[in-house]
């Protein structure tokens, strides 16, 4: 670092940058535009319905005519990729999730049917068995555990169907160790090596997911809670052991989950690494700012996009969130 000019009152004084718009601008350090968005999408089954989501204002699943639509709509407004979750029928969910792995399931479909309309869109795909599972877990539930090199057999076969769809990038989100060196090899051995691997390297165990888990229905199967396997909100270190696991397994870009409790998570890796770090502004953000505004306590607009600026000067590359096409549209 170079030495810090303080500078000193009155020849130096700060506020003479800020006096103008044009100036702000020319001195801003961050900037937020839509190609640093990525919009997480809700998929359903059926032919042109869309089912709000009460905890999440603005949010609704999609079927997968819709998707395409509204994928159009994004790409035109400059974000480069959005995010598949399904919302599967409770009858399908069994205690392996296998339908994870159904090369039809309503994942792959919706898969397919965005990257056949809209080729130059980014498709990336959650890989994790909660919205199969009928326990709520990301992988096999077994004696209040998740067995974890069982789950990331299961987790292979379904990222080799998401690939098969079309799926550009491939998003492990169930915290298994060893994981990304498994999909690695799964993929390159089936001739996927161009497929992307985005790993959520360091997702804590959070609260803030509730909103997210009643939007694919995973709520009310799930048991216990997720802390054996999701990081401890306590720790920080142990965050950058994620991150380099997973880089030596094959990861092209990491991600911190949840992302404004989170910032201090995403400079140290940013700082330490120096490879893509994605943030996800994860369901209960999102749902906190919504709440605020529709109660009118605060403008919603100008904290989001405030919000993701904070994202930025953390240092995050991109960042996930569900209310990126306004935002996109707002930053016109
Ligand atoms: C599950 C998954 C979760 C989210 C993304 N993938 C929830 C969880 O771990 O329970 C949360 C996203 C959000 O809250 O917006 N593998």
């Avoid at 059926?46 to 609704?60: F, H």
């Avoid at 699943?61 to 598949?84: C, M």
């Avoid at 792995?101 to 909660?130: Q, T």
């Avoid at 390159?188 to 009643?214: E, T």
Wanted: with cysteine.
């Amino acid at each position: 670092m170079p030495p810090f000019f303080p500078g000193s009152y009155p020849a130096t004084r700060l506020r003479r940058p800020r006096l103008q718009p044009w100036s702000r601008n020319l001195v801003a350090e961050h900037v937020l535009r839509p190609a640093d968005l990525i919009w997480p999408v809700f998929v359903i089954e059926g032919k042109d319905r869309q089912e709000p989501i009460a905890s999440m204002p603005g949010v609704v699943r999609l079927s997968i005519d819709l998707l395409v639509k509204r994928a159009g709509e994004a790409k035109k407004l400059g974000i480069p990729a959005i995010a598949i979750f399904p919302k599967i029928d409770a009858k399908l969910k069994t205690p392996d999730g296998k339908e994870s792995w159904n090369p039809e399931n309503l994942v792959c479909r919706a898969v397919a049917a965005v990257k056949k309309k809209h080729p130059d869109l980014g498709v990336i795909c959650d890989v994790a068995l909660d919205p199969f599972n009928s326990d709520g877990h990301d992988g096999i539930w077994l004696d209040g555990d998740v067995l974890n090199d069982a789950t990331v057999e299961l987790l292979c076969r379904q990222a080799l169907v998401q690939a098969e769809a079309g799926c550009d990038v491939i998003a492990p989100s169930d915290m298994m160790d060893g994981r990304i060196g498994a999909i690695r090899g799964a993929l390159d051995a089936a001739g996927f090596s161009h497929v992307q691997l985005l790993s959520y390297a360091a997702k804590y165990a959070s609260a803030f997911y509730g909103p997210f888990r009643d939007a694919v229905g995973s709520k009310s199967a799930l048991k216990g809670d997720k802390k054996t396997y999701q990081m401890d909100p306590a720790n920080s270190d142990e965050a950058l052991r994620e991150v380099a696991l997973d880089l030596a397994e094959g990861a092209d870009m990491v991600m911190v989950k949840p992302g404004l409790p989170y910032l201090d998570i995403i400079r140290r890796i940013k700082d330490n690494f120096k490879v893509p770090t994605l943030a996800y502004q994860v369901s209960g953000e999102y749902a906190m700012l919504k709440a605020a505004d529709r109660n009118g306590w605060l403008d919603g607009d100008k904290a989001m996009q405030e919000t993701l600026l904070a994202f930025k000067r953390a240092g995050s590359d991109a960042i996930l969130t569900y209310a990126a096409v306004d935002v996109a549209r707002n930053l016109g």
